[in-house]
């Protein structure tokens, strides 16, 4: 089984992105025969305009992968611009890829909705992510629920390709744990950048605290007792803290007596036992750039005799070769 990830870096990581994909793309590289993973620099150019910060972006994500626990040893981790094969297939892939289809896909809407410019980039966004998955031939793709169309999408143009053009490309799964497939931000929506209401992952104390506090609750007062399954803090909280911790909170919640605010304190003491580790190994790991610009030229290395394969494959079956 070959597993396959990618994360944008349009800017820095927050606790959605860590729960809801890279953890468990770091758990499963124990259980993978081999795994590749790789920052999607292609694909957040289509939101970020400003070349420094894309860079330290892109540092920032390799950081956040490594402090996570990646092993290069288990991993062929590398930058998706690396490999700019990807760019040939996504063509080959667009020329079976209905207009229609993309015009209503969730994520072009919603960056619309949002204001964005309705730019190809953004439109084509969804094939160049078929491409990068069906590149390397993944069999199981760990993501959120909102790339769960995209990999509808490629795996419908996995399918068109082949009975166009004869069997090139692997039907890959997606892994979406139904626990993390939806994090909540701050004020109960989506956690997620545009929204601003991220819990940082590699943010000071002062940061994270202020993110915590700055949870949005109702106004039942202390004595009330309260449905924890309604409550953001409670629903961050069960995805940090141990199943007996999460049950202990549960329980205070419905027993009345216990307020939002001593909550959000214990929100607080999970998020740094979980996380201040990951902090502390980060932290190690900036010091030394040249050695993650090693790891990333290493992975590029081993991605690109992976990518030359099935490209061949593919333009073999148009007849490009
Ligand atoms: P991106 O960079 O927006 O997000 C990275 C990963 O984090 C997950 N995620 C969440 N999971 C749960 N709850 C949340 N609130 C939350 N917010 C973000 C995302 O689902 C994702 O798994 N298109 C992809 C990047 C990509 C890719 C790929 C992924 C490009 N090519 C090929 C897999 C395979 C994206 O925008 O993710």
Redesign the pocket.
Known sequence: MRV???????GR??????????RQSVKLQEKADDCFY?I?DY??LTTVSDPALLREAIHGVALDFLAAGLDPEKVVFFR?SDVPLVQELAWLLSIVMPMSRLELAH?YKDKLAHGKEATHGLFA??V??AA??LLYR?DL???????KQ??EI?RDLAVKFNLKFGEVFKLPEGF?PED??????TDGQ????SYGNTIPLSGTDKEIKKAIMGIVTDSAPVEAPKDPETNTIYKIYRLLASPEEAELMADRFRAGGYGYGDAKKELLRAYHALLDPFRERRAALEAHPDDVRDILASGAAKARVEAEKTLHAARRAVGLE
């Not at 396959?4 to 349009?10: A, D, H, M, N, Y």
């Not at 993390?180 to 931000?185: E, L």
């Not at 989506?190 to 950048?193: A, D, F, I, P, Q």
Request: glycine fraction near 10%; aromatic fraction near 6%; charged fraction near 10%.
């Open positions: 396959l990830t990618g994360i944008q870096p349009s990581l927050h606790l959605g992105n860590y729960l809801g994909a890279i790789f999607a694909h957040a998706q994520s966004y969804p160049l992510m990068d998955i993944s793709v760990p993501v959120g629920k909102d790339q995209h990999l490629t979406i993390v497939a939806t994090v909540p931000g989506k956690m997620s950048k």
